[in-house]
């Protein structure tokens, strides 16, 4: 179908069958973790608004590959608006999104996004806070794929809840399965207490008065900061975060890594751990920054952990497996949990779930004595370990200007590809919203069906391979690690892969220029196959010829 085969280095057959294989010089091979060439300028990219502090907060990845960053933008010294930025595949701004691939929202005294996520439709579901008179308030507002506010959705495009009238500060947002919207974090009732408090919204933006009472939970045995939610496949929420001295589960300790999970309808889920939540602490660590479910149901989230008691004690990037039921994992990392050291303090930023069920996890790392930050990544294999295939064993470090750089979210392409974004302290026009790109794995075999255009990519050498169904209400994604055979005289390849939840097999002729996989997902049922009669024409996109 659509691109010849490239780089494959099986060429260990010395034979005439073996100039079948179609193989191009490495000039300027990069390796996994390395920056991507392709993006922005050398892998980096940097968005000034105003000539003020611009800060990069959450970013989502839509179908189509373009980047969308929620944050907030300075006005003066001392206000901020909602600030979004829209980025194509290869860094550039995405210009037919707002006003040159950017929009600022003004709304109150001062408001900012913390966190963005897209609905079915396609629209932009942002949400943080609002200084409304003398409060902070949770704000929640709905844009338009072209990056206008959506005035069919609350008031005007915009829906700001309320628990005691006091201050009330936004921790995260998260989407359920059916399209409804929950805002969680912290209520004040006085100055004296704080309370754990949720919201949900239909997918229009009015109170969901099936959730909680008349839409709202909120509850002081929960005390504490909630900085992440997570849903299950079972639509129960999971919210993360913790602050020191209390846990969310309120046990009274100090500096405790709290996660409590709710059933759907917003009352505790008691089967959770302990009465509903699990708290943990690794030294001096505390809090929960990022939430995810793996399709097995097993839950991951990235804390912070100190190995040490006296003298300089570094912090490290710590991430937490538990089971379903709250257990720790211990067939995770060193009996559930797994750390990354970047040498001086790191503190934790977010993590994603790359396809192939690796783990990737940014923090920002110290240089010197708080000046200086860098980018911060790790990336896990599915069992805990670090991935020695990426970076310098597991680990990359990015700087921008050479001063203060803060990663804040993170998305895994589904090529392999990881996007790093927060902001990065600019000598003349101070933060900048700042995105950095890193290689993924090399793919250099291409099968691709020649009436769907479903397409499966793999390399040659390590096995590694992503499957992607192109659409027709059956769009899914695969990826994993297979073996590789090779026969006839280096002219056939083989792929298999009957690792848990999937079944993959390919076989392409090389020589012959053809080839067929059959793909098939066990846990969902679904299966799909590859019929190839040219490979020589492949592309490995989802743009039918």
Known sequence: MRSPITRIARALFVSAAAFCLFLLPRVGFTSPGDLDPAF???????????GFYDNGFAAVLQSDGKIVVAGGSYRDTITTDIALARYNTDGSLDRTFGSGGKVITALAKSSGASSIVIQQDGKLLVAGGAYVGLTTKFILARYNTDGTLDPSFGTGGIVMPDFFGKNDYLGSMALQADGKIILAGVAEEDQF???FAMV????????????????KVVSSSQAGGVFILAVDAGGRILAGGGIPGTGIMGDGTGGNASIARFNPDGTLDTSFGTGGGVNFRFGFGSGITSLAVQPDGNIVALTEATTGTSGFVPYLLAVVRLKPNGAFDKSFGDAGLALADFGLSTYPGAMALAPDGKIVVVGKALVDANTDTDFAVARFLPNGTLDSSFGAGGKVRTDFFGSFDVPNAVVVRPDGRTVVIGFARNPVTGNDFALASYQGPHFDTCLQDDTTGDWLTFDSQTGGYLFTACGGGQAMTVAGTA?????????????SDTTSGRAVSAMINLCAKTGSASIEATSSGRSF?????????????????
Do not use: E, M
């Open 40 to 50: 922005g300028a050398g892998g980096k990219v940097t968005t000034d608004f105003r």
């Open 200 to 215: 949900r919204y239909t997918v229009n933006g009015t109170l969901d008065n099936t959730f909680g009472s008349q839409g």
């Open 483 to 495: 073996k590789i055979k090779v026969k006839k005289a280096g002219c056939v390849l083989k792929l």
């Open 193 to 195: 207490n704080g309370h």
């Open 529 to 545: 196959t590859i019929s190839d009669s040219s490979t020589s024409d492949d592309t490995c996109s989802c743009a039918h010829p």
